[in-house]
């Protein structure tokens, strides 16, 4: 069976991912605003997004450099769970073993 999916017109965030947003700098959260109506346009694109679990409408998306958001599409709201920023000036690579243990 075909289900359809529902076109977003709305954009909100958990408390917590919204206070992850605040926090980031300016040019950052100027990113994230754009990458999210791009998102809202299509938010079960094939290739830049992906399901978690048995519900496709549970998603991940890596949205601009650093940063990777969780969200759902209830009805026709999309909803940030969790927004992850990754600090891209420091991978394990660079580590030195000793770092590490």
């Known amino acids: 069976m075909m289900t359809t ?3 977003v ?3 909100t ?3 917590e991912a919204m206070q992850t947003r605040d926090e980031l700098p300016a040019e950052r959260q100027a990113m994230l ?3 999210m109506k791009v998102l809202a ?3 079960f694109h094939k290739t830049a997004t992906a399901s978690i679990g048995a519900n496709e409408n549970y998603r991940k998306a890596y949205v601009a450099p650093g940063l990777m958001l969780e969200y759902t599409v209830v009805r026709e709201i999309l909803v940030v769970v969790l927004l992850e920023i990754f600090d891209e000036s ?3 690579l660079d580590l030195d073993l000793d ?3």
């Open 41 to 43: 346009k299509d938010p």
């Open 99 to 101: 770092e590490v243990i």
């Open 90 to 92: 420091r991978y394990l």
């Open 13 to 15: 965030y958990t408390v």
């Open 5 to 7: 999916r529902p076109d």
């Open 9 to 11: 017109n709305k954009v």
């Open 33 to 35: 605003d754009h990458a």
